[in-house]
Structure formats: C-alpha cells, structure tokens
C-alpha cells in the first residue's frame, strides 16, 4: 500500500496535542425525544447515534459516523449542504452546474458524476428515515435541526440500497409535548436576508404539532457581464410542518409534510482553459472566436463572459410519516413511508464563455415513493431488526442544447453559421425492492458480533427522445431534424420544435446483488473500544443520458465494492480534561466504477459544429483506502478544541480504453486517471473559548473554525496518456486538476443577553478572503475548452434571536 497505516495514526495523534491547530470534531447531543433514550453527561456529553437505525451511544457503534446536533450546527455556521464538509472527514460537497441547490456528496473518493434520474448516488441522503435519490433542495432543509450524522463507508445492510461511499442522515426536531418557539433574523453583505422561526404546539395529552419555516435571500458573488446578471445566489423557502401523535406507551407516529422554494440563477462558470489542440480540430471554425473570449474575460476573479443568462428553479414538495409500535417483550414494528414530487427549470454554461459551447435550458421532473417496513427484537445480549422495502422513482428529463454558437460582438467577421440545437429528452422508471437482516451477539461483556444480509433487485427504464438539428445544405439555415439513435431524418422543420415521439427509443434492465456486513467489536473498558469490520457494498447500474447510437445505448454495470475497516474509539483524561479520540483505517476493493465521459459526435462535415455526447462508463478496478482520526478535548470548562484529518488514497488497479487509429482499434492504459473530488489530505478543526462571566450578564463565546483541503481532480478522463500516436483525445483534459485551499471562520456569539431570551451573533467566513475554486466542467476533449466554479468571497453578518416557551429554558 502507498500508506503505511500505523504512521499515519501515531502522527494523527501526535497532531492532537498541538492546541493552536483548532479542530472541528462535530458531534450531536440529542434530546431523549429524538435519540430515544437519555444522554448521560460525561464532560464532553454523551453523543448518541442511529446509524444501526437504532440508538445506540457512538463510542459502542463499529461505525466510523460522525454527528452534530442542531445548536452546533448553528454554532458553526453550518446553513449550507457545502458547509458539512467543514465537520466531518472524509466528506466532499459541492454545487453542481444547476446550483448550490442540487449538490454533490461525496465521501471516501466515491461521488455520483451527475444529477439525472438515469445514475444513483454514491452516496445516501436520508431526511427524517427517507431516502432522496436526487439531492435538490438540499440546502432548504438546514433548520430547525435536531442531528446530522454522517456516516462512512458502505452500508451494505440498513442503509444499503446503493449506498458504496456512504450516507448522510438529517433528522429535523421533533414536536414536543412543551410550548416553544424562536424568531431569528440575520443579515449580511452581498445582500443577505435570512428569517426563521419554529412554533411547537401540545394540540392535546396525546397530539404535538411543530411548524418550522426559512427564508433566504442573498445577492450572487459572481458577476455576468455580458448578462449583467449575478450568479451563485440564494433566494430559497423551506416550510415544514411536523404532527406527532403519541397516544400511548405503545404507539407513536410522526407525519412531516415539507416544501422547498428556490428561485437562483445557478452556478456562474469562468472560461478557465481554452486548447489550441483541438480547437484546431472539430472546432476550427470557432478557434480564434474561443481565443479570444479566453483573452478577454475580466481579470476581476469573480466576473466572467457568459453567453446565457442563468437560472435554476425548483419546486419540491413532500409528506412522510414514521410510525412505530412497541409489541411487548423486546418486540417492535415499524413502517417509514415517503413521497416526494421535484421540479427543476434550469438553464446553465457549461463553458463560461462568451460562446455558446454548450448551453442546455430544460427541466427535470421526478416522483419518488418509497415504504419501510421494519421488524426488531432487544434483550440483554441480542438485537435483532429485519424488514422489507420498496422504492420507485419515475421522471422525464429533457433540454436544449444550443452548441457552439457565437455572440455577436465578439468577432462578428469570423463568426460561423448559424449554431446547431440537440434536444436531449428522455423518460425513466426506477423500481428496487430489498429484505434486509441484521443482528447483533453480546458474547461476553467485553466481546460482541454483528453482520447482517441484504438481498436487492433493481429494474431499470428508459425512453430516449433525443433529437439533433443539422443544416443541410451545410452553411445554410435550413435545419432538419435527425434522431439520435436511429440516424432517421424528419425532413426540414425550419425554426420548429421537433415532434419528440418521431424518436423514441426503450430499453430495459434488471440487476440484482446481496450485499453484506459483518464486525467484531473488542470492549476494554467503557472507555475504550476497538472494532474490525467487512462490508460489500453495491450501486445499481443504469443508462447513458444521450447516446449517439444504439451500440452505446447499453446499459451500464452496477459498481461494487469490499472493504475491510480498523476503528478504535477511546475517551480518557488528557492534563486534567475530558478527551475524546476515535480512528478509522480502510481499504476498499472497487470493481466496475461507474465514470462519467463525454464525447463529440460529428452528425454532418464542418462547417457545422458536432453534437456533445454524455455517457457513463464503468471502469476496471481500483483502490480506496486511508485513515480518518476524530479528536475532541476540554482542557477548561470554559474551552473546546476538535480535530478531523482524514487521509485518502486511489489507486485505478486496471483501467483501459480502446480508440481507433485510421480504423484500428488501439488500446490505451489510463490507469493513471485521478478519482474525481478525493483529496489526499482534508482537515477540518474548531476551537470555542467560552467568556468566563457572571451567569446574569449571558453566555458570551467565540468560535474559530478552519477547513483546509489539497488539490482535487474534476475529471474522470484526466490521463496523461495519449496513446502511442498522440491521438487519444481524453488526455486533453489532463490539467483539469484544482489547487487546495484553506478557509477561515469566525463567530462571536452571546446567549441569553443580561438574562434575557435574546441571543446576539456576528460572524466572518473565509476571514481571509481567499479566491478558490470548487469545480470544473471539463469539455477540453470534446470542444476545447473548461469552465471554473469559484468559491464564495468573504462574508459577513450578525444575527439576532428571540426564544420563549421550552425553547428560552
């Protein structure tokens, strides 16, 4: 192996006696309502856990998770999904070309490439026990929180349906039996208005309700000058009402019913790179035009030239209901049930550029339902839970690409003939069924088993649409409709919309995997514990989004993945104050890795311009394996330090290409190709310094936090292979690679103000003001060129808040 595991964690905990690095180790300390069970305070505070979908203390579950409650996040600053990456190892977020509000999670090196209905997601995002396939909205949902845990490493049993990298669980608070409430308001510059409020109401003895609702609004830091539009805004509603009824010690069912608002403009991109090599090529026509905006972009960092003007609006709505029921005798049923309804109108850049390369405005429509039915069984020394679940997803996903097309202005002599147009338009059917199994054996006080089974079939469908505009005669303006995948013509339909069901293609399939888990947990004391664990995790398979012909229309394989994990949990006595310190080393063994690829396809000779391809593609085999250490210390009652380094290495153990050279087939290694969003090094810490005062005068403190990452790829074509001619066009986007970065927070915050029920806030993100990027679209193969997604600027704001009822105690 490139690391040698024993070094890495004698030097993570060497790390944790150096009190000036400041450290974020985030945990929850939820309430008995929503854990279920009573937190004992240790010091540091007991932190409980559902990542066995039961709750158990974090330091007895072989489970590398990490988890923050509700006022840490608050504490923290965390209003964003991107901003979790600031509180656990081994976690990557980040926007995608629809927005901030439609990111990607990433954990372990194991990320989804895109947001369509035809590719799971690495990695599971559960809100209130249901699973969201698609991750819009995610940023809507981060109030009024009572935990966020994240959970690492492949879920082969409870969280199991394609879930290789991970899951992430968001557990709103729950209605209570008390009066509550609280109002909060903050501003800030670039514009920000946030408002927020909670109302909790005991209906009766047997019925709460709790209404929660957050309204954000907040002036983009990028700036389209050719549009005169500000992009990466935040204009979002959430609203969510809760109904729990309790009408005994037997039952209890919670109802949640939520809807998310967003009105952006998206993610503005910057022309980052543009290729002399292939513009030269398939885009000649476009070269000097391309050259040119790439010279005259602004130099300011955060304006660009964009050919469209942006927007990403979503409108998702939402009804649940967790219902349990307590049998007697250590037995119990549970049933989860939800549905969701998302709508998505966009209108994005791939480029950044002044020219239209590619510029896809559509929509994406999805349903999903899904039901749980749980069954357990507790005694003394065993713990049992099986159950049964459905899920289906259905939706159509269809836009327009208008393709490298010029703007007038930019050099109006060389501009090309009028642009062509694909319309990419498709409706899917996704259907998983599962039963799942999972146990645990106290074998003695100080040694227990658990493994469970989880058996998946998974059916898979598709209807393509996809249709493309090409002139003919070439030159001319005379457009015809040709389907993508029968190459059929429909004739001249000038300046119309094709008849989407001229070009209908289907196609269908199944997969079916058992996956698995297995640990052993070794108990020295109650203060420390070690644990080796083995799972096998598995994503289904799907289909490309645009092929260009029937041969690639085949569906991709599902992704599947073993890995072995060491963890060591310990609490203990450091210089007189309460300590924690957990680590995790894992190596995972990775087959069929489904890669994102595009690719150009010329429908007519040039002048007129090819046609982008999307399509996935499943890698050989590869490694994952690093080291995460958790760190957590009060040296004074009145100060937290926190730790989290996390150390992550890939390895593509075999992964080739074939390409033609004059019509034969060449084989290409490109094995050397980065895992996309894995850097090598993150860490992420946090230090709270609590103002020593007397208790009527409030509870002022400060927070310093800090999130540092290294370099990252953005591309799964990345290789610095050519072939032996020079040929293989993938290599193009070999510097598509982006530098670390650290950010720097600040916040000063004073509860209960001179006694009051008010608490005062200000705060500072990236205190600095460093200029970082967070993503590229890499088109550099295909057309030429790359655009960059840049970070937030500096940011600044305060925040008042007012509590009363339960919630002011």
Same mark, same amino acid.
């Given at each position: ?13 060497? !790390? ?47 489970? +590398? ?23 656990? =190892? ?96 903050? +501003? ?120 469209? +003007?942006?927007?990403?609006?979503? $409108? ?7 219902? #349990? ?33 590619? @510029? ?18 507790? #005694? ?27 703007? +007038? ?8 003939? =009028? ?43 598709? !209807?393509?649409?996809?249709? $493309? ?6 030159? !001319? ?41 297995? #640990? ?33 229309? #085949? ?53 007129? @311009? =090819? ?62 190709? $980065? ?27 400060? !927070? ?43 916040? @000063? ?59 002011? $105690?």
């Amino acid at each position: 192996m490139k690391i040698e595991f024993t070094r890495i964690l004698l030097l993570g905990a060497a !790390t944790t006696a150096c009190l000036g690095c400041g450290t974020t180790i985030a945990y929850a300390q939820e309430s008995a309502a929503a854990a279920g069970e009573t937190a004992q305070d240790d010091g540091l505070g007991e932190i409980l856990v559902t990542a066995r979908r039961t709750s158990e203390r974090l330091q007895d579950v072989p489970v +590398a998770v990490t988890a923050v409650g509700g006022e840490q996040l608050e504490a923290l600053g965390i209003v964003q999904g991107q901003d979790l990456q600031r509180i656990a =190892p081994s976690l990557t977020i980040s926007p995608t070309v629809r927005g901030s509000a439609s990111p990607q999670y990433g954990i372990r090196a194991q990320r989804a490439g895109t947001p369509t209905i035809l590719i799971d997601p690495a990695v599971g995002v559960y809100f209130a026990e249901v699973g969201t396939s698609r991750a819009g909205g995610g940023n809507a949902v981060l109030h009024d929180l009572a935990s966020v845990q994240i959970l690492r490493g492949p879920q082969g049993t409870l969280f199991g349906r394609n879930t290789t990298g991970g899951a992430v669980l968001i557990t709103p608070a729950a209605p209570t039996g008390d009066f509550a409430g609280y109002v909060q308001g903050q +501003a800030g510059n670039l514009g920000l208005i946030d408002l927020e409020g909670m109302l909790n109401l005991p209906i009766g003895p047997t019925l709460s309700l709790r209404a929660a609702a957050k309204m954000t609004k907040r002036d983009g830091y990028t700036y389209n000058v050719l549009q005169n539009q500000r992009t990466d805004d935040i204009d979002s509603q959430s609203y969510r009402l809760s109904l729990r009824w309790a009408p005994n010690d037997v039952i209890e069912s919670t109802t949640i019913g939520t809807y998310l608002r967003v009105r952006e403009n998206g993610t503005g991109l910057k022309l980052g790179a543009v290729d002399t090599t292939v513009l030269a090529g398939v885009t000649a026509p476009l070269g000097p035009l391309l050259v040119a905006d790439f010279n005259s972009q602004p130099r300011d960092f955060y304006s660009y030239n964009g050919a469209i +003007a942006l927007r990403n609006n979503q $409108d998702i709505y939402g009804i649940q209901n967790i219902t #349990s029921i307590d049998l007697g005798g250590g037995f119990g049923v549970k049933n989860i049930i939800g549905y969701k309804d998302f709508k998505n109108d966009y209108c994005f850049n791939t480029a950044g550029s002044a020219v239209h390369v590619v @510029a896809p405005c559509g929509t994406q429509t999805t349903e999903q339902f899904s039901d749980e039915l749980q069954f357990t069984f507790s #005694s003394d020394r065993i713990d049992l839970i099986g159950g049964l679940f459905y899920f289906r997803e259905s939706g159509n996903d269809s836009n327009i690409q208008t393709q490298l097309a010029a703007l +007038a202005g930019i050099n109006p002599a060389n501009s090309p003939p =009028p642009a062509n147009r694909g319309f990419q338009d498709f409706d899917a059917v996704n259907t998983s069924y599962s039963l799942f199994f999972h146990a645990e054996v106290e074998a003695a006080e100080w040694l227990s088993f658990a493994g469970g089974i989880r058996f998946t079939h998974d059916d898979r469908e598709v !209807t393509w649409h996809n249709i $493309d505009e090409v002139r003919v005669p070439a030159g !001319t303006n005379n457009r015809v409709f040709r389907c993508r995948l029968s190459s059929v013509t429909n004739g001249s339909l000038d300046n119309t919309t094709p008849d989407r069901n001229l070009c209908s293609y289907s196609a269908s399939t199944s997969f079916e995997e058992p996956t698995w888990d297995v #640990s052993v947990k070794f108990k020295a004391s109650d203060k420390m514990q070690a644990y080796f664990a083995h799972r096998h995790g598995y994503r289904s398979g799907g289909f490309p989004t645009s092929p260009n012909n029937v041969a690639v229309s #085949s569906p991709f394989l599902p992704e599947k993945i073993d890995d072995i994990e060491f963890g060591l949990k310990t609490e203990f006595d450091l210089l007189g104050g309460p300590a924690r310190f957990n680590a995790a080393a894992y190596y995972g063994w990775y087959t069929n890795i489904q890669r994102s690829t595009s690719g150009a396809v010329q429908l007519a000779p040039p002048p007129a @311009a =090819p046609v982008l391809v999307g399509l996935t593609t499943n890698a050989s085999q590869g490694d994952i394996y690093g080291a995460e250490l958790e760190f957590e210390w009060r040296p004074a009652t009145n100060l937290d330090i926190r730790l989290n380094y996390a150390r992550t290495e890939t390895d593509y153990t075999r992964y080739t290409d074939i390409y033609a050279v004059a019509g034969v087939p060449t084989v290409v290694d490109i094995s050397d190709i $980065d895992f996309t969003f894995a850097p090598k090094h993150q860490f992420n810490g946090s230090l709270t310094y609590r103002l020593p005062v007397a208790e009527s005068v409030g509870e002022p403190s400060i !927070t310093v936090s800090q999130y540092v990452q290294s370099s990252f790829g953005t591309s799964d074509t990345a290789t610095a292979n050519c072939g032996p001619n020079g040929l293989y066009r993938p290599c193009l986007t070999r510097n598509s690679r982006l530098p670390g970065y650290a950010l720097t927070g600040i916040r @000063a915050e004073w509860k209960r103000v001179m006694g009051s029920d008010v608490d005062l806030a200000v705060f500072v993100n990236n205190l600095f003001d460093k200029q970082y990027k967070t993503f590229s679209t890499n088109l550099q193969n295909v057309f030429g060129v790359r655009g960059d997604a840049v970070g937030a600027p500096r940011t600044a704001g305060f925040s008042l808040r007012y509590s009363f009822g339960a919630s002011a $105690d």
